[in-house]
């Protein structure tokens, strides 16, 4: 891990994801923690560019229409109580799953959109199991 992945790194976890966080307590009511699997991407520059714009933000764009009237707040509130995130090299290998409260999206962020998930993606999953 060179030097830029170490910064991106740390901007990753003492600004992005805290401010994310936030974003969704105020989205949906309560904060919902990020696990992270740092060392899935540690030597991965562009996952390391590409992990907030292209999950991060698709979640948050998900949990606004869930979260869209009182019923679909609750439900998250009750339901989503983490969200894991680990890189992956290909396509192939991307996995979007909710089970036990949480969330896990296994994304080939190196690839840009065409190794995560869409928002409605993420959403259907979600209210499948809300």
């Known amino acids: 891990m060179g030097l830029n992945e170490r910064r991106k790194i740390a901007e990753l976890q003492t600004t992005t994801f805290p401010e994310r966080v936030k974003e969704i307590e105020e989205i949906c009511g309560t904060a919902i923690p990020y696990d992270v ?28 229409v869930i979260c869209s009237d ?19 090299k290909t396509k192939e290998e991307k996995k979007l799953a909710f089970s036990g409260g949480t969330l896990e999206m296994h994304c080939a962020w190196a690839l840009g959109l065409d190794g995560a998930y869409s928002d409605g993606e ?6 499948q199991s809300l």
Request: hydrophobic share 45%.
């Open 37 to 64: 699997d740092w060392d899935s991407m540690k030597d991965d520059a562009a996952a390391l560019n590409f992990i907030d714009n292209v999950t991060c933000h698709r979640l948050n764009m998900a949990l606004r």
């Open 70 to 88: 009182a019923m679909g707040k609750d439900a998250v509130r009750d339901g989503l109580k983490s969200v894991k995130l680990k890189n992956v």
């Open 122 to 127: 993420i959403r259907q999953v979600l209210e």
